[in-house]
């Protein structure tokens, strides 16, 4: 249950795309969250889970884990957000789409209220025995879509380096996938005394990985023509704080590979003349 490779072909969820408009609106009817978490993880055997992803090297994959209305919310949501997305190329390296935290805010709440969800930060604090707090709100990569919608669409192999003063864990979910993507991963990298063990998994609608960023080697494997696929990102830190210096990276890489000029300064502009 904890880490094996999806072969199976995974049926595509097929959902009315929605105009980003009426995505707020349409959260009076979205599930409760925390009802829909706990609903999902009290059938879980969560001590046999936690340890699974200590010996896996803080990584742990389930191909069912979201609760289907959940899942069919956030369908919803990324079809609907499609408007949206801000395309990048990085030669050799990275090509595709993201949605930062600060557009789902406007656009698709629910998918806020379930990074906030106190059922879900409780039960990834048991799998991964920290104390784990939300990103601080200027952080796009709080929450974010990413889109492979185009043939090559890809993410090479790299860390989800925390810029933070702790760790920074990310919870990947599985949204839409009508596509031959894959997770190929990398376990141990950073544990000299244990052999690397690469893995590969597709994540299927409402599957979920949970990771240390700093420890996971991982990339996504290009997508072909006529295919998408779209993946949400929940990271939670240790400690929130960042050294100035730090920040400044983090905000030029987000900036050049995610999010856009635009997007990533105007949410700092704000910040200074609204400290509150």
């Not at 790299?158 to 702790?166: A, F, L, P, R």
Request: proline residues 6%; glycine residues 6%.
């Amino acid at each position: 249950m904890s880490m094996h490779a999806e072969d199976d072909v995974i049926a595509p969820i097929s959902v009315e795309r929605s105009p980003a408009s009426s995505l707020a609106s349409s959260a009076v009817s979205a599930p409760n969250a925390d009802r829909a978490v706990a609903s999902r993880t009290l059938t879980f055997d969560t001590r046999r889970l936690s340890k699974d992803f200590a010996d896996q090297g803080a990584f742990l994959y389930l191909e069912d884990f979201l609760a289907p209305e959940v899942t069919a919310q956030l369908v919803q949501s990324a079809r609907g957000l499609l408007d949206e997305v801000n395309r990048n190329y990085l030669p050799g390296h990275k090509q595709g789409g993201s949605v930062s935290r600060h557009t789902i805010d406007r656009l698709a709440p629910f998918i806020a209220e379930l990074y906030r969800s106190k059922e879900l930060i409780g039960w990834l604090e048991q799998l991964s025995g920290d104390k784990l707090q939300v990103s601080p709100a200027d952080d796009p990569h709080a929450y974010a879509l990413y889109y492979y919608t185009r043939a090559g669409d890809h993410i090479g192999w790299h860390y989800d380096t925390s810029y933070y003063d702790g760790r920074r864990y990310t919870l990947l979910l599985g949204v839409i996938d009508e596509s031959s993507c894959r997770l190929d991963y990398e376990l141990h990298t950073r544990n000299p005394d244990v052999a690397d063990q690469p893995g590969s998994v597709q994540i299927p609608p409402g599957g979920l990985v949970f990771f240390d960023g700093d420890k996971l080697r991982h990339r996504i494997t290009p997508a072909g023509a006529n295919e998408m696929r779209v993946s949400l990102t929940f990271e939670y830190v240790t400690d929130p704080n960042m050294r100035p210096w730090r920040r400044f990276i983090s905000n030029m890489k987000d900036a050049i590979a995610y999010f856009g000029f635009r997007q990533v300064f105007r949410q700092m502009t704000k910040r200074r003349k609204d400290p509150a």
